[in-house]
């Protein structure tokens, strides 16, 4: 009898880890998962509303937006202070400071979690991307994209301190869940370094398959790092400690943005945004097996567990909204409403430890103000095709902002994005934008003016279509996607 007890004993501690998973990033794995309530946020960082949306994930539910800035044309005024192109986010290891980066006025923001309190704002060097803490909470790295270093912040007086010296284009930065390593991506040459924390020394280098990776994450056991790229498509696996070797290369689809982990009873998974899919796919980080394919809506960009590992949570770049996955089931739980063309996104845990933290949030008014379009190749339906180009435009008062997540078209080519007289891309043209597509023949193209005109009163208006045509020397060529919708 005794026997069998110790035999019972043994195998429920073999078991048990695998039943259970703790840890989340960007914690330790040793760490205890932390459960969801209403104490919880999701923070997006909305590009152009220039907010910081604020959700409650108890419940699902938008509580208002940190308004950092104002939609154009007011942002264009030579007095205008506040911040542009909203896009970075990161935050405290104590949960109580999030760290806002906004590209067009080189900038970090530093909110207060409780009160959403703007408390200091540090201006850096030319087009930041990303900002985080380091897991003792000592320094902010910021990542200089438009330079070549890492921007080192005091993490208490959020002033700079020190740069770390790199290559052209470092686009984000994560650390290793000890402390001990800090993981930097390059969005223009093609490597990611890593870095020691302590002394901010160079001690690997590990090859992207193409120059532009957006992001990184770092697996909560300490063993792998996973970025993404672009431009082709791709995600790379490495090992997380020396020699850093490469492990997997995985082909993910057009615009491949976001990528973060879950740990739960089903294993270890690696969470990745596919924008020109509409999808986020799932791979186990043993196997590198793709295990679950989710659609979730238009153009997924950020991504982020929760605490407990229950449910990840991703920003609609393209649909102006957040989307909740239940990670036991991989199916969509809900869909909240956010502010314009979210990027970044982080969930912490226990950012509101009392009240109801809705203290200086405004209400989202003109941020959720959008109009969504379809185009797909010239005779096709968007039902049966998968060369699909989602547009969305953004109310900005007088203006709309426009971007279209562009797919199915010639790698390397160059296209231009028009108004056109007639829907089946005929007729009069008036081109809005030109672009070219990357190896993965996929873009995201912008453009702004007063796109969507108002018409109230008038007795006939002539209608206009979206279509994208090959570009022919300075010429357009023929229509290969037009307005669908």
């Known amino acids: 009898m005794t026997c069998n007890i110790l035999r019972l004993a043994l195998l429920t501690v073999v078991l048990l880890p695998g039943l259970a998973r703790a840890g989340q990033v960007p914690r330790a794995a040793s760490d205890s998962d932390i459960a969801i309530t209403s104490r919880d946020r999701v923070y997006a960082a909305e590009q152009f509303s220039n907010t910081v949306s604020v959700t409650d994930p108890a419940s699902n539910r938008l509580l208002g937006v940190i308004r950092l800035g104002e939609p154009q044309p007011g942002n264009l005024s030579p007095l205008y202070r506040g911040q542009v192109l909203v896009h970075g986010l990161g935050f405290s290891p104590d949960h109580r400071t999030l760290a806002v980066v906004s590209i067009g006025t080189n900038s970090v923001s530093f909110i207060d979690t409780v009160t959403n309190a703007v408390k200091h704002v540090t201006y850096v060097g030319r087009a930041p991307h990303e900002a985080f803490f380091t897991p003792d909470g000592k320094e902010v790295w910021v990542t200089i994209r438009g330079e070549g270093y890492v921007a ?16 052209n284009g470092p ?21 990611t370094v890593v870095i020691t924390v302590a002394d901010h020394k160079v001690v690997g280098r590990v090859a992207q398959a193409s120059p532009f990776c957006p992001n990184l994450a770092a697996s909560p056991d300490g063993d792998q790092v996973w970025f993404t790229l672009k431009d082709i498509g791709q995600v790379q696996a490495f090992d997380a400690r020396p020699p850093f070797a490469m492990l997997k290369t995985i082909e993910a689809g057009p615009i491949t943005n976001h990528v973060n982990f879950v740990r739960n009873a089903k294993g270890s998974f690696a969470y990745v945004t596919v924008g020109g899919l509409n999808q986020v796919k799932v791979f186990r980080t043993d196997t590198f097996e793709m295990v679950a394919t989710i659609p979730v809506g238009r153009l997924p960009h950020g991504v982020w567990p929760s605490g407990d590992g229950t449910r990840v949570y991703v920003g609609l770049e393209n649909a102006d909204a957040l989307a909740a996955i239940d990670t036991l089931t991989n199916e969509v739980v809900a869909t909240i409403p956010i502010g314009q063309a979210p990027q970044a996104l982080v969930y912490v845990p226990d950012a509101v430890p009392e009240g109801d933290g809705t203290q200086g949030l405004d209400p989202l008014s003109v941020a959720g103000q959008a109009a969504h379009l379809t185009l797909a190749p010239v005779g096709a339906t968007p039902a049966g095709s998968q060369a699909i180009t989602d547009v969305s435009l953004f109310d900005q008062g007088l203006t709309q902002v426009l971007q279209a997540a562009a797919t199915g078209l010639k790698p390397t080519r160059a296209y231009v994005l ?3 007289s007639k829907p089946d891309g005929s007729g009069a043209r008036e081109p809005l934008a030109s672009f070219m597509t990357n190896p993965a023949g996929s873009a995201v193209v912008n453009a702004v003016g007063p796109i969507r005109q108002i018409v109230q009163g008038k007795v006939h208006v002539d209608r206009h279509y979206l279509a994208i045509f090959e570009r022919d020397g300075e010429a357009l060529g023929k229509a290969v996607q037009v307005q669908a919708d």
Do not use: H, N, W
């Open 418 to 420: 028009a108004l056109v």
């Open 152 to 167: 080192v912040l005091d993490g208490a007086t959020y002033e700079e301190k020190t740069r770390i010296e790199l290559s």
């Open 171 to 191: 686009g984000m930065q994560i650390f290793s869940p000890d402390g001990t390593y800090g993981y930097v991506c390059s969005s223009f040459t093609p490597e």
